[in-house]
């Protein structure tokens, strides 16, 4: 019986370090399959960007490529604080959210009671914060950025709105389809200093980046960051030239695209919305589930909770072979690209920024499927 102990005791040894070594091994094959994709895509002296995937709270991955700033030759890591691009809206809704746990305000208020100055009062009136947040609202984006783009580079979140006041129809009834809208979440970014009496900037750092310990994520408004951030490039005639401020028309607009963060911080980000550090469990469970009004017309079925995109695979409008449900928000704007996934299934998060034009998320998933870090 001793006998049979010590064998059974050897094998369950011998099957550990077995799993240990393959699980390790495995991991050492993810990063270097990783890193000889990401060696085609950035160069050295190249705009770049960062890269994070983790399971639970071990690191799968973390790496930083290329150049943040091509004028100072400043590395791009993963402190270095870039543009979120539409990421940006999430904290926007969590703002909502978090204001509506306050009792401040509802998500079933209409425009009108924030923008009395709407010239249809009844389009107004019809129009409920939950259907701008999940781009339901049927509002026309009215602002005619091509033709007034030197206006554009200056405008702020009210200038960006203001035009949308003066719709007189709407392309669809609130709630029936699904119509993205950056000037929407410019409005939003309005009724969190309408309703919290300070200006939207603020209270995103007191309410969601303080007690999520994001220390080096900030939010525009109006003035450029211009040290000790990345600047955001685009390839022109096979040299990169900078796209950003000043370049990109609507960029200083700040509720659809202005918070700047890096990828610590977002790794933060990512655990505050894991362990409801902003705001109760039960806000952020709903702020993960799509929103499915009655009367919904559109072709596709709705796809947006309101703060995110939930779906099956890794994009909401291209089929791919893997069967995960995702929940993600990507980021484009300027020469800025980022991306934000979470897979709970595999209890996997990804967060990547880059600041050369280029969206990675195809390699990444593409890696995770052939080695079955996802299904």
């Excluded at 746990?101 to 107004?124: E, G, V, Y």
């Excluded at 980046?209 to 490039?233: E, L, Q, W």
């Excluded at 089929?319 to 995702?326: A, D, G, L, M």
């Excluded at 980022?338 to 920024?353: G, R």
């Amino acid at each position: 019986m001793h006998l049979d102990f010590k064998l059974i005791s050897g094998f369950f040894l011998t099957f550990s370090l077995y799993f240990m070594g393959y699980a390790q091994s495995r991991d050492e094959l993810l990063k270097s399959k990783l890193d000889s994709a990401f060696s085609e895509l950035f160069k050295a002296d190249e705009p770049g960007g960062a890269v994070l995937i983790q399971q639970g709270n071990k690191v799968l991955y973390e790496n930083s490529f290329g150049l943040a700033d091509l004028k100072t030759k400043d590395k791009f890591t993963s402190k270095t604080v870039s543009n979120l691009g539409s990421i940006s809206k999430t904290f926007v809704s969590y703002g909502i959210l978090v204001l509506q746990n306050q009792h401040q305000l509802s998500t079933d208020d209409n425009l009108l009671k924030f923008f009395p100055d709407f010239k249809n009062k009844d389009i107004a009136t019809k129009i409920k914060l939950r259907h701008v947040l999940t781009h339901s609202s049927g509002l026309p984006d009215l602002r005619n950025v091509d033709k007034d783009s030197i206006f554009y580079l200056t405008a702020k979140d009210e200038e960006n709105f203001k035009p949308l006041k003066f719709a007189d129809s709407l392309a669809f009834e609130p709630g029936t389809q699904f119509e993205y809208s950056n000037p929407a979440y410019n409005g939003l970014a309005m009724v969190i200093e309408k309703t919290s009496g300070m200006k939207w900037q603020r209270f995103i750092r007191d309410y969601i980046f303080k007690p999520s310990g994001m220390k080096n994520s900030r939010i525009t408004d109006g003035s450029f960051p211009d040290k000790n951030v990345a600047h955001g490039y685009i390839l022109k005639d096979k040299r990169y030239q900078e796209y950003d401020y000043g370049e990109y028309p609507t960029f200083t607009a700040a509720g659809n695209g202005g918070v700047w963060s890096s990828i610590e911080d977002l790794k933060k980000y990512m655990t505050a919305i894991s362990q409801c550090r902003f705001t109760d469990c039960s806000v952020i469970e709903a702020s993960k589930k799509v929103y499915n009004p009655s009367g919904w017309k559109d072709k596709k079925p709705a796809y947006h909770t309101g703060t995110w995109f939930v779906h099956q695979g890794f994009y909401a409008d291209t089929k791919t072979e893997e069967t995960v449900n995702v929940i993600e928000h990507a980021g484009d704007q300027g020469g800025f690209k980022s991306h934000l996934i979470m897979i709970p299934e595999k209890n996997i998060s990804i967060v990547w920024l880059t600041n050369n034009n280029k969206f990675i998320t195809g390699h990444i998933r593409r890696i995770l499927l052939q080695m079955k870090y996802i299904d």
